[in-house]
Antibody, heavy 119, light 107 residues
Framework: QLHLQESGPGLVKPSETLSLTCNVS??????????WGWVRQAPGKGLEWIGS???????NYNPSLQSRVTVSADTSHNQFSLSLRSVTAADTAVYYC???????????WGPGSMVTVSA | DVQMTQSPSTLAASVGDRVTITCRAS??????VAWYQQKPGKAPKLLLH???RLESGVPSRFSGSGSGTEFTLTISSLQPEDFATYSC?????????FGQGTKVEIK
């Protein structure tokens, strides 16, 4: 059974870079038909898609975040990562890593990782 | 970007009630809609995709309908474990956007 688990710092300073990794177990990120993505949820707010990556390196980003985001895949370690630059308090959220069926909808989710942006 | 507007934002209902949640898209998105259930402190769970296709293991009391710009999620007989927040998501074109969520509370 496929399992996703986020890891990374829970506290990031303003203007710095938020970096998270999602470790995938029980299956390979090179499986066809699946992208791998990140979704976040600010406290008390709705869900926001950040971006997705295919194992080949092909990416797709939310236009509102595209200038600050990189999502990448590491097939040798069966994991994928998120980098969000120049963070502000508005980036404080629970960050979820997800499997994205054909790049369309999010069919498996990690438990989530709370990241707070604060000095 | 396609905007998804959900209504209502909160809904109070009793066990056994029929519940309907609506999502409206800002443009025609055919049937490219998914629905999720989220309980407090937990990750969302996929319920349906392509507007009406039920995910494996999801109870048949959940159903979805719609195409174009208006979509509905219906719970035919609300159960205690169904009190949660429900969100729609569109996947037309390159971008992915969610509705703001509908919280189903106990009346």
């Amino acid at each position: 059974q496929l399992h996703l688990q986020e890891s990374g710092p829970g506290l990031v300073k303003p203007s710095e870079t938020l970096s998270l990794t999602c470790n995938v177990s029980g299956g390979s990120i090179t499986a066809s038909s699946f992208f791998w993505g990140w979704v976040r949820q600010a406290p008390g707010k709705g869900l926001e898609w950040i971006g997705s990556v295919y194992h080949s390196g092909r990416t797709n980003y939310n236009p509102s975040l595209q200038s600050r985001v990189t999502v990448s895949a590491d097939t040798s370690h069966n994991q994928f990562s998120l980098s969000l630059r120049s963070v502000t308090a508005a980036d404080t959220a629970v960050y979820y890593c997800t499997r994205v069926f054909s790049g369309y909808y999010f069919d498996l989710w990690g438990p989530g990782s709370m990241v707070t942006v604060s000095a | 970007d396609v905007q998804m507007t959900q209504s209502p934002s909160t809904l109070a209902a009793s066990v056994g009630d029929r519940v309907t949640i609506t999502c409206r898209a800002s443009e025609n998105i055919n049937s490219w809609v998914a629905w999720y259930q989220q309980k407090p402190g937990k990750a969302p769970k996929l319920l349906l995709h392509q507007a009406s296709r039920l995910e494996s293991g999801v109870p048949s009391r959940f159903s979805g309908s719609g195409s174009g710009t208006e979509f509905t999620l219906t719970i035919s007989s609300l159960q205690p474990e169904d009190f949660a927040t429900y969100s729609c998501q569109q996947y037309h074109g390159a971008s992915r956007t969610f509705g703001q969520g509908t919280k189903v509370e106990i009346k």
